[in-house]
């Protein structure tokens, strides 16, 4: 073997040797590099004669040849060894299966409304909703709350810029209870029967709830400025604070399934009720057993409010009463910080799935 055949031998060995591009290349250098084995011979001769140039510059060529078809071969099998290795990484196992969507569960604020709503349901009375962003007439004048009142400053909240043409002119509010659903829900009702109601024939009593969020502006573990109230309204033309008693205690019976549960109706003020009152519940056994805990507001309506319903106080008379279902669903779980509901955190939500 000649030393042409032995150079272009020991570069093809070199070549199959580097495992990676960065190897292959420092292998080309000893060959084909400026100072490589090739080059080197190209110098060498320069001392030959015209004859000998051209036979043994031939001979060089073709090792030459030899040695660049040799290191191409060795790229395109290490690029293609290392597409082998990236499409294996990314291969699909489509015969895995697939991830499941996972099913969700009622929040407990919901569960709760829920159960209200079908408590309430079995008394007769219908489920009312209106907007979050309230004109300041329903949300304060219409309930007999006027501009100046002080138990405006009791629900303190977050005024926004004008969304809804609001029929006083005045600001829109989040609204801070879910009273004015009781006057939206009245003054619908009552135009609804407005013929009836001038012929001296009556109309149907008005018997709802309206649960939904409200605002305040209160933060702590009992208080957030997103709760829940829901809404209640009875008025026909014998309603009396006695029908109050009798429907507001079989639901707290009901809903907290306790018999035995005793309700206290303590003396409050409203501007919206004439008398007001804040409902007590006290259990007779479990871990609450013995301590008053506040529930609700409620009272007979106020005349001036009947009268904002577009009906005769003389005629109608009627009760409402609002509570707060986030404080009944911690007294039915045994949650003690309001604030839980509202963290949106999987390990709490769960255990009410
Ligand atoms: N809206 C009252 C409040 O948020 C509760 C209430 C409703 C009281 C209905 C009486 C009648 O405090």
């Known amino acids: 073997m000649n030393e042409l055949d032995a150079l272009v031998q020991t570069a093809r060995t070199q070549f199959e040797l580097a495992d990676t591009p960065n190897d292959l290349e420092n292998a080309k250098a000893q060959f084909l590099g400026k100072s490589g084995r090739i080059t080197e011979l190209m110098k060498g001769m320069a001392a030959l004669s015209v004859d000998d140039k051209k036979a043994q510059g031939a001979l060089i060529n073709q090792a030459k040849q030899a040695i660049e078809a040799a290191l191409t071969a060795r790229r395109n099998a290490l690029a293609q060894a290392e597409l082998d290795i990236q499409l294996k990484a990314e291969a699909l196992d489509v015969t895995l299966p697939g991830r499941s969507a996972g099913q969700g569960g009622l929040h407990p604020v919901s569960l709760t409304i829920e159960r209200i709503e079908s408590i309430f349901g079995s008394m007769g009375f219908d489920v009312a909703d209106g907007p979050e962003i309230e004109s300041d ?36 509010l989040l609204r801070t209870h879910t009273s ?82 005793v309700l206290r109706f303590r003396p409050s003020f409203f501007p919206f009720t004439e008398p007001g009152a804040e409902v007590d519940i006290q259990f007779a056994t ?28 003389e005629h109608f008379i009627g009760f409402a009463f609002g509570m707060g279902p986030d404080r009944l669903a911690m007294l039915r779980y045994g949650v003690n910080d309001l604030r839980l509901f509202f963290d949106g955190d999987l390990r709490f939500l769960k255990q009410f799935e």
Request: charged fraction near 25%; aromatic fraction near 10%; hydrophobic fraction near 35%.
């Open 137 to 172: 007439w329903f949300n304060f004048t219409a309930l007999n709350t006027p501009a100046d009142h002080p138990a405006r400053s009791m629900h303190d909240t977050f005024y926004v810029e004008k969304v809804v043409e609001s029929e006083d002119g005045q600001p829109n």
């Open 286 to 313: 479990g871990p609450l057993a013995g301590k008053w805990l506040e529930v609700a507001g409620c009272g007979q309506t106020h005349p001036d409010v009947v009268r904002n319903m577009g009906l005769d106080p």
């Open 180 to 261: 004015p659903m009781q006057i939206r829900h009245a003054v619908q009702h009552v135009k609804r029967h407005r013929a009836a109601l001038d012929a001296g024939q009556g109309m149907p009593e008005i018997r709802v709830i309206a649960p939904g969020r409200t605002y305040r502006v209160d933060s702590d573990a009992t208080h957030s400025p997103m709760f829940h109230q829901c809404e209640g309204l009875w008025i026909g033309e014998n309603v009396s604070f006695k029908d109050l008693r009798v429907v507001f205690t079989e639901f707290c019976k009901t809903y907290f399934e306790s018999k035995d549960l």
